[in-house]
């Protein structure tokens, strides 16, 4: 079996310029290492991000997670407990010129895999995992190719809104490759242009469970949660794998209004399946 490397950007240099974050923000400012935001950003890392993978069924991985060399000392403490209180946790501090060519480190990290091969994982920040995460991703990775869960869950930490997500290019993407820094990572390309950017072997998971939670807040660069009223009302099951969800809505309504709703998508589902069947038969 694959060893499993699960690689996430914090708070590296960028010349990327988000128009929602950098509006006030002067030219040659580093947002990324304001004092400010970073609260705001370990907050969440701490409530979600970090609890999810100490979470894991499998503890057989490892994690490595790129800051800023110059992030404020404050920070670095708190670093220094998740690497106390989580072995498979390992920072990566990188300066401007390295963080600019991140993709380098990683292929240096990889090289150590060459002979056995190795499975890249990514996972943003501000973001969650299940708790199966890493134990699906060794089951069911191709021998070489991409692995998408496609089922997955937006979460607005402002309006305790949360929604089904199915998105097959999303960034919780896996990329298994049968030689370490010298063959294709999951960080070789956009995860939303995977098509282009690959051969295209990919297997898509579609899961019953969501497998991956997007944590909107309003510090973003980009993720915006789609208000989407069909997919606002989650399963109640949701609840149980997901606890550090604080929903707006009682779950138990919450479950009956979900399958309230699902009850027509389905039926016609099962209309169409039948004409289908018709169809071919005659």
Aim: with cysteine; hydrophobic share 40%; proline share 5%.
């Amino acid at each position: 079996m694959k060893p499993v490397v699960v690689i996430t950007r914090f708070n590296l240099a960028s010349r990327y310029r988000y128009r929602k974050l950098y509006s006030d923000v002067p030219e040659g400012y580093y947002l990324f290492l304001d004092e400010e935001y970073l609260e705001k950003r370990f907050a969440i890392f701490e409530k979600y991000t970090f609890p999810s993978f100490a979470a894991q069924t499998d503890m057989d991985f490892r994690w490595i997670v790129m800051f800023h060399k110059d992030t404020p000392d404050r920070f670095k403490e708190r670093i220094s407990g998740y690497e106390k209180k989580l072995p498979v946790f390992e920072p990566c501090f990188l300066g401007d010129d390295e963080s600019e060519n991140f993709l380098d480190e990683i292929k240096k990290t990889l090289a150590a895999y060459d002979e056995t091969g190795v499975i890249s994982a990514r996972v943003d920040n501000d973001d969650m995992i299940h708790r199966t995460f890493v134990e699906r991703i060794k089951k069911d990775a191709p021998d070489q190719g991409i692995l998408s869960f496609a089922s997955g869950l937006q979460y607005d930490t402002r309006t305790k809104k949360c929604m089904r997500y199915s998105y097959v290019n999303n960034h919780f993407m896996s990329y298994s490759s049968k030689t370490g820094g010298d063959d294709m990572n999951i960080y070789s390309f956009q995860h939303t242009d995977v098509d282009k950017a690959t051969d295209a072997r990919k297997a898509v998971i579609r899961t019953k469970i969501p497998m991956w939670v997007e944590i909107v807040s309003g510090t973003n660069c980009v993720n915006e949660i789609w208000n989407r009223p069909s997919k606002v009302f989650v399963p109640y099951a949701v609840k149980q794998e997901y606890p550090a969800l604080e929903l707006k809505w009682s779950t138990k309504p919450q479950w009956v209004l979900s399958t309230a709703l699902a009850l027509p998508a389905a039926f016609f589902r099962m209309f169409f399946d039948v004409i289908s069947l018709i169809r071919l038969r005659f």
